[in-house]
């Protein structure tokens, strides 16, 4: 659709089109800050300070933040000078091992370890790992190697984003097991984070209790309310303004937003598709805004793409309940 469409709103484009977060360049622009985020701020703020080391579990349906969280701590901690290693999990374990050997190797040498006669023990040890082509490792001596480097690097952040693609049962196994054994070996200064579906957090409770056990805080994340849906369709709207001084979610009215945020569950990612579909819909149709009326008109005429369900996890099992939601403290190292 020409841009000149979008300008009877005060747009130069449509703002819904780049829904991934994880190409947005700012993040931090459009994001609407919810109650999980207070504590998980707190948390990287106790690790940033070598307080404590955590490990955390961000939980939730597509759509629903996870990427963007992992995405917010990759970015508050590059802010502060730690190390970050951020890694998409495949479906492979030792591809992801290789991976995650070499996003830290790569943030520890541009801070300055990788020295060529007098580099740390941690970071020799490492560099077989950032090299390893085959599953025929030891899980237990590759966690401990890479919970030892998270430590001397600290603070470092390891962030796993979408781990229930491991979710073949022997990658998945090998997987828990080098993961907790990076859990047993990091120290303050330490974070690994990682976020899956709901159902591959119960399906871990169940499969893998050692690992579930230590994990400090599993964080379940909540459903938009009304009016954090109008903050989260302002901010997008914002960065295509035209116009400036009109109601911030124009040219969607309050039962409009209200609506879209209903269809969508609360869900972000189905909320900004559904909100693509109902100003698209809009400027075909010559509306002066975006009403009730247009929201169901616009969703008769096509369904959102994003609306697919948690199909690549595991089956979990039925009356389990996922990891409690704490953290412990860790007692200082003497």
Request: net charge neutral; aromatic share 6%.
């Amino acid at each position: 659709m020409p841009v000149s469409a979008y300008e009877r709103y005060g747009l130069v484009s449509n703002p819904f089109r780049d829904l991934a977060s994880e190409n947005l360049q700012d993040i931090g622009i459009f994001h609407v800050n919810l109650a999980i985020d207070d504590q998980l701020n707190s948390i990287e703020e106790e690790v940033l300070e070598k307080e404590n080391r955590a490990l955390v579990a961000i939980v939730g349906p597509p759509g629903s933040g996870k990427t963007q969280r992992l995405l917010m701590a990759a970015a508050m901690a590059r802010d502060r000078k730690a190390i970050v290693a951020y890694v998409d999990v495949t479906a492979k374990s030792s591809a992801l091992l290789q991976s995650i050997a070499q996003e830290i190797s790569k943030a520890a040498a541009r801070a300055g370890f990788a020295k060529t006669f007098s580099s740390p023990k941690w970071y020799r040890e490492l560099q077989p790992l950032t090299k390893i082509k085959d599953d025929k490792y030891d899980p237990i001596a590759a966690g401990k190697i890479v919970g030892e480097a998270l430590s001397g690097a600290a603070p470092a952040f390891l962030l796993l984003n979408d781990v229930h693609n491991l979710a073949q049962s022997p990658e998945a196994d090998v997987f828990g097991k080098l993961l907790q054994e990076v859990s047993d070996a990091i120290k303050p200064g330490a974070l690994v984070m990682f976020g899956c579906y709901t159902s591959y957090l119960i399906w871990l409770v169940k499969n893998r209790p050692a690992l579930a056990s230590r994990i400090n805080r599993a964080l379940s994340l909540p459903r938009l309310s009304p009016e954090e849906a109008e903050l989260l369709i302002a901010k997008k709207l914002l960065a295509k303004r035209l116009v400036e001084n009109l109601d911030p979610t124009y040219p969607f009215d309050r039962e409009a937003v209200a609506e879209l945020n209903s269809r969508a569950a609360g869900n972000p990612r189905r909320l900004l598709d559904m909100a693509d579909l109902a100003l698209e819909y809009g400027a075909q149709h010559r509306r002066n805004r975006v009403d009730l009326e247009t929201v169901r008109a616009a969703l008769l005429a096509g369904a959102p793409a994003s609306a697919a369900g948690e199909s690549s996890a595991p089956t979990p099992a039925a009356g389990r309940a996922p990891a409690q939601d704490r953290l412990r403290p860790t007692p200082p190292i003497r």
